[in-house]
């Protein structure tokens, strides 16, 4: 994780320890700056990183402001840093289908801008909050970029390990998202009935380099996923 990231982090668990609200304020950028014992650019990055998120806000000449945005149970959906980073107080828990090093087929090799003789993890699980079934999610991930996976790390974040294990930075995804009805497949994992109505989306993960290393494709359960959508901006 850089610098700049693991401020963020800071900074947000701060807000979160102690519950501040809506348009409570921040310190200032020089503050910021002696705490953490780093240059400006390097707040400043964190800070633009926390708006991005919808953390904070800032207004120039006031300062840094709190940004509460999420109804209980609502997960952020363009968040690039996994369902573990959204979830607050929820728990969230695995049951992992499959790990395993593979070939990817064409669309799989496409996506990842790979060569379908390279080596991938595919990676399969349900993925449960507080008990009940969130989605299936199935993801390859390029194996020169992360090159180990196993069952216990797959149970938990991989997120969460490329970055601190591995020092793989993530920087941006691109997600293409549908609405349909479940196939017999799918409602087995998510217990639910064939043609029930799902949410499908497609994301391909992107180092701060612009390589992708993650593809996933996920299938919700449509009574219990609930997501949030921000916007910096009016949208035009």
Partial sequence: MLKYQQIAAEIEQYINQHDLKQGDKLPVLEQLMSQYAVSKSTVTKALELLERRGVVFQL??????????????????FSTQGFKSNLGDRVLTSDVLDVSVTKPDETVAQ???????????????????????????????????????????????IFDYVQSALGVTIGFSDMYMQVGRLNATEAGYLGLQEDDPTLRIETIFHLTNGKPFDYSRITYHYEHSQFVVQANGPYM
Avoid: W
């Avoid at 120039?60 to 959906?77: A, D």
């Fill in 60 to 77: 120039r000449g006031s300062g840094i402001f709190v940004r509460r945005h999420n109804r209980p149970g609502y997960m952020s959906l």
């Fill in 111 to 157: 996506n990842l801008g790979i060569d379908v003789t390279d080596d991938v993890y595919h990676v399969e699980r349900v993925r449960f909050v507080d008990g009940e079934v969130l989605c299936h999610e199935e993801s390859y991930y390029v194996k020169q970029i992360v090159p180990y996976l196993n069952r216990e790390i797959v149970a938990d974040s």
